[in-house]
Every structure is written in C-alpha cells, then in structure tokens.
C-alpha cells in the first residue's frame, strides 16, 4: 500500500515529491460501456490522474432510492481507473455545478418547505450527511493507503462565490472523516481574494480554478494558502454551449501554452475538462444571470477528448507539453473512422397508450406534483361564453405552449420574459409546460419549475388541474407528436443523428433517451454511443414538440455543433 500527503512544498507519493497532472471524466456524462475506452486515452495523453464529480440527483432523483447501478458505478469506474494504473480525485460537493442539472442537488432536497441550501441547517445536514456517507462507503475502501488509487476528496465546490459559513464546511469535514476518509482533503475556488477567504477552511488545502494568466492566479493562491503544493483543480480548456447562442473553442495553441505555463511553475493541474461527455436525458443545467439560458445536451466543451471521444489537436496539443514534464507512453490512440452515413423513414407512432397518470386539483408546479419529468400539463376551463381574452403568468418555468379546445394557439417562453397571451375563443384552455433545465448555482438553486402564479384569464382565477406528462408514454399525450423509426447495423457503432430541420423535442434510441434537440441550436446533431446500439434491428422514436413530424431520420459522418466562438 502506497501513502499521499501534504509536504512543504509537494504533494508526497511514499514520501517522494510528486506532480499531479489530472483530467476530469465525469462517469455519469459517459455511457459505462465507454468508460475503459476513455480512461485509456486520458493515460496515453499523459494524465497520471482522472477526476470526478459525484452528481447526488443522478444517485437519488427521488428521496430513499438510491442506485449505484448501470452507468451509475462510481466503485467500478473508480476500480476502470486503477485498473489502466492512474490515480483518482473524488468531488462529491453535494453540490457540483458543473452545467449540471440542479448544480447536482436533487429536487426533493431543494423543495423541501423552509431549508437552506449550502449552509449550516439541521434538513440540509442531516440529508447529506446521508448522501455523503453512501458515497464514501464506496471511496473509503479504494484510497491509497488501502491499496486503491483514491488520493485527494474535495468539500463542497467553488464555496467562496457563495458563501462563508465556516461552521457548515467544518461539519462537512467532520461527515467526510468520521466516514473513515483519510486522504488529503481540498477546497476550491477562482483565485480572488474574498472568494478564497470565504471558500477555504483552515486544515483544508485550498486550490485554484482559472484557465489563464497562471503566474498571476498562483500568486494570489499562494498568498492564501502559504506551505504546500499549489495546484489549479478546474483549469478550463474549454466552455460549455447554451440553446440559442454559439459553439465555445479554444485555440489548442492558446490552451496549451496556458498549460505550459502552469506546469512551468510548478502547479499540479486538474484538466477541466478532459472528456466532457453528453448530458444525457434531461440532466443539463441552465445559466440565468438576468436572462435564462438552458444548457444543451452535448457536453463536448471543446475538450482535448471530443464528445465521442476522439482525440482533437488539443489532445495532442497537451500530450506534447506534458511531455516535457513527465513520461508520456509511447502509443496514441487510433484516429477514428467517419461515422456510417444513412437514412431511415420515420412514421407517426401507434404504441398503445400508456398508464393514466394521476392529476392534482390545483395549480401545481412540479415539486407539487414530486414529477421528475420535463412536462407538465395544466387545464382548466374557460368562462362559459368566452369569446376571447389575455392570458396572463407570473413567470413560465420554463416554456410553455397553450391550446384552446385542442388547437395550439401560441407559446410563452421564460427565455424571452413572455408573461402574456391573446387567447381567441373557445371553451377548454391546455397549457403544456417544458422544464428546461435547473440553473446549477448561485440562489437560483432548487427554484421552482411550472407555472409560477398567478395565472389568470383577463384578471380572473381558473379552477386547475394539474397533470404529469411522461416521455416514456408521449403517444399518449395529446399536444405531443411522436415517430418511430428502425435502422439496421451490422455491429454497435457510434452515431451521430442529424436533427436539422426539426423543431424541438427528445429522442429515444431503444429505451435509452439521448436528449434534447432544438432548431434554436446551435448544437444540430445528438450523439449515438454505440453501447446503446445494437447488431441488427434498433428502435429510433422522435418526440416533436413545436413543429410536423419529421418523416425521416438522417445519420451523418460528423458531430455538428453549431457556428464557432473562439
């Protein structure tokens, strides 16, 4: 068994300096069947480490269900890891950010009447010392000193831009020892001043997030934590894209003279990111800084391992200034082959409909109605007579499309600060809400999604009923417009589906959901892992949300994620 300390100056491996050159890899963006694939590749480029994220909604969506099944095995992609001779860094936050659905909290937690988040308060403590204790059950007994690879566990994430609640860090502490974790333990923050004197612990060893300028944030991290290895745990190599704006590069020359520089001095490094995967489902997060802007379903963030995990010119980029720091094997993986190009004809689904889905008698939002779907659907009816009137929202969380007497008569979108529309005539009024995507920080986490009141009809109260709305049983759902399609393939194999003139919806491969897509781009292919593919028959079905149905699918050679931002 090997030990990891905390020197002078050094991180020690058995009591020798040691450099930590690490990449995150967040297993829960990643289908297991790629896992090995990756954390091979992080090896060759160079990385002596991988890092993870813990996302506590993905583990427990509902309160007591707790799974560490499928592509949630964080024992066995920690097991992958020391298997291809790298070491592990486990964030379990609870609360990650990470462009992440919720920031990672799950929305029971969030929803519960009167709690505090990320501070000291008796329901949030008690939930996750629960939390914590499940995840170290698995990281105790895979850390160094026990013979695994496990070397450092950070508490909480990026503290400082939000608060300073010295005694809620210190009980996190206590949660993570008193659970039988022995490695070094870190905080990290951006390296501003009041940032890293609210975000830091003393006995807890404080480390940088930045992407440039590393003399600079060095000097200001050292000048907070004064002994020990300096090391920046988030340098960001890439960005993250949101619907309706461009796709985020970085110059792989630019990024890896920043890389260069870091290393020149001296730091350790966490790559942020090295494969940043897909959001998968419906787990992408949202940013809203005065305008609500959801985060799409790729999670490629121009990374040095793209979405499918191919290496890019950064990969090699990193690998050569790596290489002038450590020893760096001597293979590199294979370039991949274009991806199959074909078409398949879609058709109006015929499933038979699914269970009625029980409804609430009140205007309810979707902690209401405990939904951990994205639709929700209101009805209620009109005043007898009603020739026409406007129909008006508090707030639309997050987009909403409204129908009289069955016909779609227009939408609100939160993105655009609608609140109001003109509804003509008609006796029954149908309003079908879309959760887009929590926002994954600051007091914005665990807001309330649906139709936030009031919501009146030319200043008048309607008597509600409130309905869940599942994917899995979108033929049965009125306002929803679903194909079905099938396509052969002679083994698994990667794809990517072009989605270019449609309008807005979710896509199914077999029953796994891949995501979303959205004319609004500028993402306009959804990526196809081949584990979720099969040699033969597969199932595709498209759920429309806005626009006809397509009537045909198209698989093309290459990952299309919209106009460039440098």
């Known amino acids: 068994m090997s030990t990891f300390a905390i020197g002078d100056r050094d991180f020690l491996l058995d009591g ?49 269900e707790w799974s560490e099944s499928d592509g949630l095995d964080l024992g066995h992609f920690l097991d992958l890891v020391a298997a291809e001779g790298l070491h592990a860094i486990v964030r379990p936050g609870p609360y990650i950010c990470a462009e992440w659905h919720n920031g990672g909290l799950p929305t029971w937690l969030t929803a519960t009447p009167g709690i505090r988040l990320r501070q000291t308060d008796a329901a949030y403590q008690a939930a996750l010392e629960t939390y914590l204790r499940r995840v170290y059950r698995i990281v105790a007994p ?30 996190l502490v206590r949660v993570t020892r008193d659970s039988d974790i022995t490695v ?29 300028r590393a003399d600079e944030r ?61 959001n998968f489902g419906a787990t992408n997060g949202a940013n809203d800084k005065g305008r609500y802007l959801p985060i799409v379903t790729s999670y490629d963030y121009d990374a040095p391992l793209d979405e499918a995990g191919d290496p890019t010119e950064k990969f090699h980029a ?17 370039e991949s082959a274009p991806r199959p190009e074909f078409s398949t004809t879609l058709s109006p689904a015929t499933a038979p409909s699914g269970p009625e889905q029980s409804s609430i008698a009140a205007l309810s939002t979707f902690e209401d109605a405990a939904h951990t779907g994205t639709l929700l659907r209101y009805e209620a009816m009109l005043p007898d007579g009603f020739t026409g009137g406007v129909l008006a929202v508090g707030e639309v969380r997050d987009q909403a499309w409204v129908s009289v007497d ?10 655009r600060h609608e609140h109001a529309l003109r509804l003509p005539g008609g006796r029954a009024l149908s309003i079908l ?59 698994p194999t990667d794809l990517f589906l072009d989605t270019t003139g449609w309008g807005k919806g979710y896509v199914f491969v077999g029953d796994f959901l891949l995501g979303r897509y959205w004319s609004n781009g500028p993402q306009q292919t ?27 699918a198209r698989f093309t050679a290459a990952a299309s994620l919209g106009p460039l931002h440098e």
């Open 16 to 64: 020798r300096p040691h450099r930590i050159i690490s990449g995150a890899l967040h297993y829960f963006r990643v289908h297991p069947g790629d896992w090995a694939d990756r954390i091979r590749k992080a090896r060759l480029m160079g990385l002596n480490t991988i890092e993870t994220y813990v996302a506590w909604n993905a583990h427990e969506p509902v309160r007591g």
């Open 142 to 171: 895979r850390q160094i000193d026990r013979g695994g690879n496990v070397v450092l566990v950070q508490i909480e994430n990026e503290y400082g831009a939000y608060g300073s609640d010295k005694d809620y860090l210190a009980e």
């Open 184 to 212: 070094p333990l870190t905080t990290v923050d951006q390296p501003e001043p009041d940032m890293l004197a609210a975000g830091s612990l003393e006995g807890v060893h404080l480390t940088g997030s930045f992407g440039s």
């Open 218 to 278: 060095l000097a200001v991290l050292r000048a907070h934590q004064p002994t020990g290895p300096l090391m920046c745990s988030e340098f960001w190599d890439g960005w993250f894209d949101w619907w309706g704006g461009q796709h985020h590069t970085t110059h792989a020359a630019t990024a890896a003279a920043e890389l260069d520089g870091l290393l020149a001095a001296g730091a350790s490094v966490n790559i942020y990111m090295f494969h940043g995967g897909t």
């Open 318 to 334: 990193f690998r050569d200034v790596i290489a002038k720091y450590a020893d760096v094997p001597a293979d590199v993986p294979a």
């Open 406 to 415: 069955g016909i779609r008569v227009g939408s609100l979108s939160r993105t």
């Open 433 to 491: 809400v879309e959760e887009q995507g929590r926002v994954n920080y600051d007091d914005r986490l665990g807001e309330k999604k649906g139709l936030i009141g009031p919501v009146t009809v030319d200043g008048h109260d309607l008597e509600w009923r409130t309905t869940p709305v599942l994917l899995e049983h979108a033929a049965a759902a009125p306002e929803l417009l679903v194909a079905a399609g099938e396509f052969d393939l002679e083994a």
């Open 526 to 552: 959804l990526y196809v892992p081949a584990p979720v593919t099969r040699a033969g028959v597969n199932a595709l079905t498209v759920i429309e949300l806005e626009q006809p149905l397509p009537v045909t």
